[in-house]
């Protein structure tokens, strides 16, 4: 049995329809850039995070970098972030002209460690970016709680986990700036590049629809140097026609991950591939369901030859990436982000996954294990 590691046309099919007219709409009004669609998009997703402010991006990565620059991060500023995370996270810092300061994450959770975070503080830490890594919160309220009182803004990386929970609340909420993407493997995925940022603070979002759009308001007057990450008309709609099974989805996802362990545990493996950790107080939405295990090469190989599809994020954390040789880490230096770059590989996961194919994947495992 084949098993693909994300199958966007079974989600394609059924809304073939409805995401075509949907297109067809932007094309006959001719309306690309702004406009009723992005202002629909924003206004709908407001709603389902929960927040006042919600600011269409081109880009996840256009996120992070616009959400730095609204709180002026530039040379000599430190930004706190994982080491264990998509490179944007890092990366976005760096183009700012700005120094990550790297920590390690927790194995259970492969999010940032609180303590360690709380620690890297120091009196040039502008930002502290906490990670949302693939589908749930990190332990945020540690780092808020030092972030505050030392005027610290911190920006949520929400990527991989729009409509995830911490105690509660909407991610993206509890920060300055909450940063999302749509990239198309995401929980809430577009036909292409897109993102979003969110924030509860009407005047880091009044400078965020200005950064996301050359500084300019109104047409051809300029406040501040912004960039052009305005998210196009047609990735709106496309996301508008989404927006509404999302919840189903990811209530999908969730349903898959709960599968998964009984079917580890029946197979006998509990005690062999480490399971994903929900954290209490988290919700967890399962963008990726990433195990650990020994082996971990040798058994991505194994599943690929019978026909099941995986993914190993992340290969190489930052500290030990050639871009970032000038920090001055080398190996050894964060040892759980090494760790869960060595055993950690990621599994079909998707709402349309079926029992046969979830079944199909544990045997796989169970063989190349126990034989």
Not at 42 to 71: C, F, K, N, Q, W
Not at 75 to 81: A, M, S, Y
Not at 87 to 94: H, K, R
Not at 331 to 352: C, D, K, M, Q, T
């Amino acid at each position: 049995m084949t098993v693909p590691l994300l199958d966007l046309k079974a989600q394609y099919g059924p809304l073939r329809q409805a995401l075509l007219d949907a297109i067809t709409g932007v094309c006959d009004s001719q309306r690309f850039i702004g406009g009723p669609e992005v202002e629909g998009l924003e206004r709908e997703l407001a709603a389902y995070l929960e927040t006042p402010h919600a600011i269409g991006m081109s880009s996840g990565t256009d996120a992070l970098v616009a959400a730095l620059m609204a709180i002026n991060v530039g040379p000599g500023d430190e930004v706190i972030t994982p080491t264990y995370s998509f490179f944007a996270t890092a990366g976005s810092v760096v183009r700012l002209g700005a120094k990550p300061v790297l920590v390690d994450v927790d194995l259970d959770t492969f999010n940032l460690n609180a303590a360690a975070t709380v620690a890297a503080i120091t009196p040039r830490t502008k930002a502290i970016i906490p990670v949302h890594l693939f589908g749930q919160s990190a332990d945020l309220a540690p780092i808020l709680a030092a972030a505050a009182p030392r005027g610290i803004h911190v920006i949520e990386d929400a990527a991989q986990a729009i409509g995830a929970r911490y105690n509660g609340r909407a991610v993206g909420n509890w920060g300055a700036i909450g940063c999302f993407s749509f990239f198309p493997s995401k929980n809430l995925g577009g036909f292409g590049d897109g993102g979003l940022v969110t924030s509860t603070d009407k005047d880091l979002a009044h400078r965020l629809r200005l950064i996301r759009n050359h500084g300019m308001e109104p047409k051809y007057f300029h406040h501040l140097v912004g960039a052009n990450f305005r998210i196009d008309a047609l990735q709106a709609a496309v996301l508008r026609v989404k927006l509404p099974h999302l919840e189903a989805w990811s209530a999908a996802r969730r349903r898959n991950a709960a599968r998964y362990r009984a079917l580890f545990a029946d197979a006998g493996l509990q005690d062999i591939v480490a399971m994903p950790v929900e954290a209490p107080g988290r919700t967890h939405i399962y963008n990726q369901f990433v195990i650990r295990g020994e082996q971990r090469d040798k058994l991505r190989a194994h599943l690929d030859a019978a026909g099941i599809g995986t993914e190993v994020y992340y290969p190489v954390p930052f500290h030990l990436q050639e871009c970032f040789a000038d920090l001055g880490h080398a190996a050894g230096a964060f040892p759980v982000a090494e760790r869960a770059a060595n055993e950690s590989l990621a599994l079909p996961i998707y709402p349309e996954l079926t029992e046969a194919q979830q079944a199909a994947v544990v045997g796989a495992i169970r063989t190349f294990y126990r034989g």
